[in-house]
């Protein structure tokens, strides 16, 4: 017997029950939900042939992953580097400065070119001069970005229209050029499979086949409307035809789409209260040297 709850992050850890949760991670938008369970958990979580895992799936309507905390250690750790090395290479910073940005939060150069300068400057041994520093350098990577990409768009052959389309970013065009879609028409004529990837039989054999749009994890909603905002581009349908939006309600208790603790649930809280970014402390002296260094680039 399983114990109902409207919590849908509560309802997930009963439904594992007995394995232990150590964390559950929301994806709303695919439907999808992670589980983060101690390494000698992982069996009790999945079942015999997957049989508790499917059967949790099922009860909940989400899909679900389950991993253990060593995966998710390393992940993280791996991201951690990612990211690293990525402010290193838009910002032109040291390793320092760009593992301070990653554990202050921010995950991709646009958090930082577009955040509220004061979410900068109040890291610790920064200040208004540096976080305005730091966000010029993020836009004039991320407008040095955006020119390559379009460029690489207008090589592959594809149409200014499709760009227009509502959904279509730059990268989006150009990984529809690599999949030989170049028109608004073309990507009005796709199905969802062929955005988000699929499965078909071949031989008596189901295979995995790619979709032109697979590596942006969109959600089947999402393809969907980016296929029907495409055919109202193209003349195809009228706009009137698109889902219309749901009305947003306000939720009694507030889960923010994310990490979720479910220690918390059980001692009467809710998700993850924590408000803001953690600061982290700059090492001493590298706050001045950081100073001196975009000084003398601005000066050059």
Do not use: C, M
């Amino acid at each position: 017997i399983i114990q109902w709850n409207p919590d849908e992050p509560t309802f997930i850890v009963n439904a594992l029950a007995p394995a232990e949760v150590s964390k559950v991670v929301l994806d709303e938008e695919a439907g999808r939900v992670e589980v983060v369970v101690p390494d000698e958990q992982l069996s009790l979580a999945i079942g015999r042939r997957g049989q508790n895992v499917r059967l949790a799936s099922q009860l909940t309507g989400w899909q679900i992953d389950i991993i253990t905390e060593a995966q998710d250690s390393e992940r993280r750790q791996k991201e951690f580097t990612e990211r690293t090395q990525l402010f290193q290479e838009a910002l032109d910073v040291d390793e320092v400065i760009a593992q301070l940005l990653v554990t202050e939060g921010f995950a991709t150069v646009e958090d930082l070119a577009y955040v509220e300068p004061y979410e900068i400057s109040d890291i610790e041994g920064f200040d208004e001069e540096t976080a305005e520093e730091l966000q010029a350098r993020a836009r004039d990577f991320l407008d040095r970005q955006a020119a390559e990409l379009d460029a690489k768009r207008k090589e592959l052959g594809v149409e200014d229209g499709v760009l227009d389309v509502p959904g279509v970013t730059l990268p989006i065009a150009v990984a529809l050029g690599e999949g030989g879609v170049k028109t608004v028409e073309d990507l009005a004529d796709l199905a969802t499979d062929e955005i988000r990837g699929g499965y078909e039989v071949r031989g008596g054999e189901r295979v995995k086949v790619p979709g032109v749009l697979e590596s942006f994890n969109l959600a089947q909603e999402d393809a969907e409307l980016l296929i029907l905002q495409a055919r109202v581009a193209a003349g195809w349908i009228d706009a009137s035809e698109l889902p219309q939006p749901e009305p947003e309600y306000e939720e009694e208790a507030e889960y923010a789409e994310g990490e979720y603790d479910p220690e918390a649930v059980f001692s009467g809280g809710g998700a993850d209260g924590d408000e803001g970014r953690e600061h982290a402390e700059l090492p001493a002296g590298e706050a001045e040297v950081f100073a001196e260094d975009l000084e003398q680039s601005r000066d050059a």
